[in-house]
């Protein structure tokens, strides 16, 4: 098993940054690919971004591409996403999640979520 909490979500104006960080307890943080994802009221959960093991790939979604970074800390078991230049759009509950593979397979653990507010 593997136990995520994201902090550092907040209310924010557009234009503004925010970092959130995803701590894991439990096994081989090191083990898991991590990722990002966020669901906004009304819509379906969706992919943001997406680190390896060891941190040296990552990939985006389109619509947060040059504005979020995500990097991880395999020391202190932490994984971020980095979100500058906040658009009203980017409104919603943020999770992260662990799966042991970048490539393929599936997200077996996750998070309770952090709440993303960016006001116009």
């Known amino acids: 098993q593997v136990q995520l909490v994201e902090s550092g979500g907040g209310l924010v104006q557009a234009g503004d940054s925010l970092r959130l960080s995803c701590a894991a307890s439990?096994?081989?943080?090191?083990?898991?690919?991590m990722g990002w994802f966020r669901q906004a009221p009304g819509k379906e959960r969706e992919f943001v971004a997406a680190?390896?093991?060891?941190?040296?790939?990552?990939s985006y979604a389109d619509s947060v591409k040059g504005r979020f970074t995500t990097s991880r800390d395999n020391a202190k078991n932490t994984v971020y996403l980095e979100m500058n230049s906040l658009k009203p759009e980017d409104t919603a509950v943020y999770y992260c999640?662990?799966?042991?593979?970048?490539?393929?397979?599936?997200?077996?653990?996750w998070g309770q979520g952090t709440q993303v507010t960016v006001s116009s």
């Open positions: 999640a662990a799966k042991p593979t970048f490539y393929g397979g599936r997200y077996d653990y």
């Open positions: 680190i390896s093991r060891g941190g040296s790939t990552t």
């Open positions: 439990g096994r081989t943080f090191s083990n898991y690919a």
